[in-house]
């Protein structure tokens, strides 16, 4: 059963704009933080933005921070990732995640989030 599924992975050019989406189930939906992550071809998997579910406060890598924005729908249990201004080095594969333990403080650590999806592919070209 899938808990977590990323969509609106796409191929765009540098300058472009693309929203990606998380759907969670119950189980998944997490109370606390949930949080995008991505992983370029060879690199480690880099915390990009979170949320914590309580109050909607944000948190973002300095890469991407100005370019993207994490938001919820509640109601729909969906994540969202919007990333504007994209360049090539935003390529990568886009994973959501969510944590079940309690926390306020929504790292953009791994070892924070328990959940993971299978990741959507965003690539964008120069």
């Known amino acids: 059963q899938v808990q977590l599924m990323e969509s609106g992975g796409d191929s765009v050019q540098a300058g472009g704009s693309l929203r990606v989406a998380c759907a969670a189930s119950?189980?998944?939906?997490?109370?606390?933080?949930m949080a995008w992550f991505r992983q370029a071809p060879g690199k480690e998997r880099e915390g990009i933005a979170s949320?914590?579910?309580?109050?909607?406060?944000?948190r973002y890598a300095d890469s991407v921070k100005g370019r993207f924005t994490i938001s919820q729908d509640n109601a729909k249990k969906t994540l969202y990732l919007q990333m504007n201004n994209l360049k090539p080095e935003d390529t990568g594969v886009y994973y959501c995640?969510?944590?079940?333990?309690?926390?306020?403080?929504?790292?953009?650590?791994?070892?924070?989030?328990?959940?993971w999806g299978q990741g959507t592919q965003v690539t964008v070209s120069q």
């Open positions: 995640a969510s944590a079940r333990s309690p926390a306020y403080d929504c790292v953009l650590d791994t070892w924070l989030y328990n959940d």
């Open positions: 119950e189980s998944t939906y997490s109370r606390y933080c």
């Open positions: 949320i914590y579910r309580g109050d909607s406060s944000t």
